[in-house]
């Protein structure tokens, strides 16, 4: 076997360790939240249970922005694949934007929800309430990872580490946004039509 065919097979098995490492890592999530969800279910047939809440509007378009991210950061992959690092900075740059987006949004409905008289602890915290705060927080958590991972990827985007054939990393980023992005729809839907 010559030199750069060794290369390439090391680099295809760092590849899929890195990939197995991030799956392993997401379901380990999808686990989390499944365990919360069903917390969520079995506690539904409490007293204090809210039939009538409903999520307020921000959490919609908060749904609506991230959606987008997912597209802007495959369009950032899809542009390093091609080489062209122009593109690939303007939708790194709009994915980051977009994940900002989502995180404000996520608060302005936290505090649209105590407008409407609606708490998350204390005596005046319902089931229901607490267990949306308690989701979404860990969700936003896992989120905050992922625009870590974004912010490295933008660095290392900038120092020029990643190539049309050297795409791991953000990649990886990607997989994990995307990922990210699928869970929160997975849990406004679940949140909207589960009450």
């Not at 799956?23 to 506690?43: C, D, E, K, Q, R």
């Not at 694949?81 to 409905?109: P, Y």
């Not at 985007?157 to 990649?171: A, D, N, P, R, V």
Request: no cysteine; hydrophobic share 50%.
């Amino acid at each position: 076997m010559n030199q750069p065919e060794e290369i390439t097979l090391r680099q295809k098995r760092k590849e899929k360790s890195y990939k197995t490492m991030l799956f392993l890592a997401m379901a380990s999530i999808v686990m989390i939240f499944a365990g919360l969800t069903s917390a969520y279910v079995v506690s539904k047939s409490r007293p204090d249970w809210l039939t009538d809440f409903d999520l307020p509007q921000s959490f919609l378009w908060s749904t609506i922005v991230i959606l987008i991210s997912s597209a802007t950061f495959h369009l950032a992959v899809s542009a390093i694949k091609k080489g062209n690092r122009s593109n690939t900075t303007l939708f790194l740059l709009l994915t980051l934007l977009l994940g900002v987006a989502f995180v404000i949004l996520q608060f302005i409905g936290f505090g649209q929800i105590v407008e409407q008289g609606y708490y998350f602890t204390g005596s005046e915290s319902t089931i229901t309430t607490s267990f949306l705060y308690v989701i979404v927080i860990v969700h936003l958590a896992h989120l905050f990872g992922g625009m870590i991972s974004l912010l490295v990827i933008i660095y290392n985007h900038f120092k020029q580490k990643y190539t049309s054939s050297q795409t791991l990393g953000i990649e990886l980023g990607a997989i994990y946004w995307h990922f990210m992005d699928f869970l929160w729809l997975y849990l406004f839907l679940f949140f909207t039509f589960y009450k």
